[in-house]
Structures are given as structure tokens and as C-alpha cells.
């Protein structure tokens, strides 16, 4: 091998760790967001699972708030069931009657960032009343990265959890 062969083959090389550690940046540049945002969503605990121990307290928040939805459409169902499979109109029909209603003295809840009802404002019905949507208004869970009106209820997809 002569001294310039050596030369090309070190420049081609070089050229070759150049392109290589451009390609692993143009990598972490495209992947970095994936992976935040990934991480961002683990953050955001299951409203549909069991909660796990080590929850931060806007965790439990959110997760309260949707389980709260989950309570909302409980008592909804049990609603439709005695009235001919509809759903009310507003959600104050579920409070009315013996003992509370379909709440019970619990009346509707109460999201646990605002301590307000953030939900019946929010809820619609379908104008057949087989379908309803209900959510927490307002941005209450930003601390988690989650947009506003959010978590929601779907009676046809189940939780919508941002
Ligand atoms: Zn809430």
C-alpha cells in the first residue's frame, strides 16, 4: 500500500465517521420529541386501570376527575335503563327524586382541581338521546400536559383521556 492510498483510505474514512455521526443526529433530532412526548404519556396514569401507588398529587387529580366521569356515566346508564333507553337531556335529571336521585346524596361530582362541577356544563346528548358526551371543562390538568376539556366521556369510544 503506497503512502497515498494510505491517505485516501484515512480521508474516506473520516468521511464515512462524518456521514455516520450526522445520520445519529439527524436520528436524535427526529426521535427526541417521539420519545418526550412518549414519556409525557406514561405520565398520564390509566383511567380505565387500577391506579398504582406512587401517584403525584395532579396524577391522583386526574385520575379522580376521571373516575368521576365514570361515575357520571354509571348513574347515566342506570338513568336510561328506567327511561325507556334514553339518556336526560341535562344532567341535573339525575339528582332529581327519592334520596338524590340517581347521584344520591352525592349529587354530581365535583372535579378535584377545581372542586366544581366541570361537567354539566359539558354534557350533550344525541337529539335520540342514545348517545352522550361529557367532559371536564376547562384547562384543570394542564400540570399534566393534558389539553383542555379533558379527560372526556364518550358513550360510543369510552374515556378520552386527552
Ligand atoms: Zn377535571
Known amino acids: 500500500m503506497s503512502s497515498s492510498d494510505t491517505k485516501q483510505s484515512l480521508?474516506?474514512?473520516?468521511l464515512r465517521m462524518t456521514a455516520l455521526v450526522s445520520a445519529i443526529a439527524i436520528i436524535l433530532v427526529i426521535t427526541a420529541p417521539i420519545y418526550m412526548s412518549l414519556r409525557a404519556e406514561a405520565q398520564l396514569p390509566d383511567i380505565n386501570k387500577r391506579p398504582s401507588e406512587n401517584l403525584t398529587p395532579d396524577q391522583s387529580r386526574y385520575l379522580a376527575c376521571g373516575y368521576n366521569l365514570k361515575t357520571i356515566r354509571n348513574c347515566l346508564e342506570m338513568y336510561k335503563t328506567d327511561h325507556k333507553g334514553k339518556y336526560p337531556d341535562k344532567l341535573s335529571k339525575l339528582t332529581e327524586g327519592k334520596y338524590g336521585g340517581y347521584t344520591g346524596s352525592m349529587g354530581i361530582p365535583t372535579c378535584p382541581v377545581t372542586r366544581k362541577d366541570t361537567y354539566s356544563a359539558s354534557y350533550k346528548v344525541?337529539?335520540?338521546?342514545?348517545?352522550?358526551?361529557?367532559?371536564c371543562s376547562g384547562h384543570?390538568?394542564?400540570?399534566?400536559?393534558?389539553?383542555?376539556?379533558?379527560?372526556?366521556?364518550?358513550?360510543?369510544?369510552?374515556?378520552?383521556?386527552r
Open 126 to 135: 344525541s337529539p335520540d338521546g342514545k348517545n352522550f358526551t361529557v367532559y
Open 11 to 14: 480521508a474516506s474514512t473520516r
Open 140 to 161: 384543570n390538568h394542564k400540570a399534566l400536559g393534558v389539553p383542555p376539556n379533558r379527560p372526556a366521556y364518550d358513550s360510543r369510544k369510552g374515556i378520552i383521556p
